[in-house]
């Protein structure tokens, strides 16, 4: 019997024997792993055998943990990092070269962005396309290109990408397809059904869903063919050819990189990502109706929210997501009739200024002068991001609370 994504994720742990007949995958913070006989070490440790060698590159918390995981994108396989920004950096230190070309949407988030700029400088080639559109993706395609590499929904103007036709334009041309999944969660879409080859989580998001917990992954679908792709190392090819990928992206990039998920917080996330689908309804319901309601107030000028009719890329968010997402941002009206970005957010009562989002509760945060601070006024100002841009992650609060919250502090004089 096929179950649905809920109950999928909520009996995840009991598909296999848990110790002392524990309901969830209990936390195993053991470092080191102890073979009776040296000879099964060492296969461990080659990747001829299941088991762990040593607490940097997993435990069975973290292993339990990948498999809730891999199940929500319906992949092949998962590996687990400290952080989303660890996932990313792992797999691209896993598997780019010296010379190889990256196409990437240019509506980006700022640490990825600033992880571009340092693998340029490592001899990486990164060319930013407008990926709303697959036919800029293809015009920046190089033979030297390895990888395309997309955002769902960009953080913080909610642009969407060109998902389905970049697919297939990965997969005629041979090319590693990452699609990073975080903004959407693999609840309200899977990138796999546009034929993405590996997909990143920031599980700090929305998975895992209560702020308590740093945690990234990495999965792959089972698509993309690893024996064409160029970069492999002969070390990791003794597994199923399927299996290429995911291992070289944990035993080199897990392993150079040291970005360890430890037990603790891989077992609040596992617990969390329990009621993803739950808060998401929940909060995509709440994102509609602010969206809506900021889209009629006068001292709102913008709203960025791809639920809404005139969002460039509505009818693409509306045929490919189940819901159009928590996040959004809004612009200000400056001058005379307008309001100061941070009087504004000093008023707000029930909403956090934080810099977080995918959290049960609604957060904000001034973009220009926090996140994309670094990047400088000229690249803002490529990027679309205003003075008084103010990012919003919508929670799972009553909506009419919500509501009544924002319009006092817009309305207050």
Known sequence: MKNGFTTTILHSDLEAPIEHDSVHKPMHIAVAYGYEDARELARVFKGEAAGYAYGRQGNPTTAALESKVTKMEQGVASACFSTGMGAIASMFIALLKKGDHVVSTSFLFGNTNSLFGTLNNLGCDISFVDATDAANVERALTPATRMVFVETIANPRTQVADLARIGELCARRGLLYVVDNTMTSPYLYLPKRDQASLVVNSLTKYIGGHGNALGGAVTDTGLYDWTKYPNIYDNYKNAKKEMWGIQQIRKKGLRDVGATLAAEPAHRIAVGAETLALRMERACVNALALANFFESHPKVTRVYYPGLENHPEHARAKRWFKHYGALMSIELAQGNEGIDCFEFLNRLQLVI????????????????????????????????????????????????????????????K
Do not use: C, V, Y
């Open 353 to 412: 200024s934080s810099s977080h989002l995918g959290d049960n509760r609604t957060l904000a945060i001034p973009i220009a002068q926090t996140i994309f601070w670094e990047m400088g006024a000229a690249r803002r100002a490529e990027m679309g991001i205003a003075e008084s841009l103010i990012r919003l992650s919508i929670g799972i609060e009553d909506t009419d609370d919500l509501i009544g919250d924002f319009k006092q502090a817009l309305d207050a």
